[in-house]
């Protein structure tokens, strides 16, 4: 079974730009987590969604924003970037939701300049 | 929102010991996960223990919901081992998946 996948890897952007993430969850899963890891703030839960609507959020802007297909894939969009949204974004899947065993995939790079 | 304290925040060690990492919460969970991530920034799931002990091979797990902790043991430790090793809760009713500070390890041969 392949795994979550997560599209780019590595991504620079300059601020004011709007970016979107891509992830595919595991074969099966319909739930897709979102979170934010940075070097001061640690590690964030941004938003999960779940057949297509966004169940639980994080405590971040409504620059960060996502969307989630009729096949689970999912997308992260933030707009208006601002340096301090340089971070390892990762994106996470399972069946029914962020309260059971989360699968992470290898995340996106995104480097604001 | 819930405080996740771990510790200790970084621990170097001699392959073959044996460590014991803590994380503690301060308020109720329902459940909590213990992570790995390793050098190269992937997470990998090691338990789903919202109560109680399992074992997984070299590693084991123990909550005590009750009392607002939870161990992770590593023992025979080698250098694969080595990264930061993060709990996370959902606090009751809050919604949301909370990370704790982490704690990296440091497996030297």
């Known amino acids: 079974k392949a795994g979550v996948t997560q599209t780019p890897r590595y991504l620079i952007k300059t601020r004011g730009q709007q970016v979107t993430l891509s992830c595919s969850p595991i074969?099966?899963?319909?739930?897709v987590s979102w979170y934010q890891q940075t070097p001061g703030q640690g590690l964030q839960f941004l938003f999960e969604?779940?057949?297509?609507?966004?169940?639980n959020k994080g405590n971040f802007p409504g620059r960060f924003s996502g969307r989630q297909f009729s096949n689970s894939r999912s997308e992260m969009n933030v707009s208006t970037l601002e340096l301090g949204d340089s971070a390892l974004y990762l994106c996470?899947?399972?069946?029914?939701?962020?309260?059971?065993?989360?699968?992470f995939g290898s995340g996106t790079q995104l480097s604001v300049l | 929102g819930i405080q996740v304290e771990q510790s200790p925040p970084d621990l170097i060690l001699q392959e073959g010991a044996n460590s014991t990492l803590r994380c503690n919460f301060s308020?109720?969970?329902?459940?909590l996960q213990w992570f790995h991530q390793n050098p190269w920034g992937q997470l990998i799931n090691l338990f789903y223990?919202?109560?109680g002990t399992k074992q997984n091979g070299r590693l084991s797990a123990t909550t005590v919901a009750t009392e607002r902790y939870s161990l992770l043991y590593i023992s025979s430790s080698q250098t694969t081992d080595s990264g930061v090793y993060f709990c996370?809760?959902?606090?009751?009713?809050?919604?949301?998946?909370?990370f704790g500070t982490g704690t990296r390890l440091t497996v030297i041969p």
């Open positions: 996470a899947s399972s069946g029914t939701g962020i309260y059971e065993k989360l699968f």
């Open positions: 074969s099966g899963h319909r739930s």
């Open positions: 969604y779940f057949s297509e609507t966004q169940r």
């Open positions: 308020d109720s969970v329902n459940n």
């Open positions: 223990i919202p109560s």
């Open positions: 996370a809760v959902d606090q009751t009713g809050a919604n949301n998946l909370f």
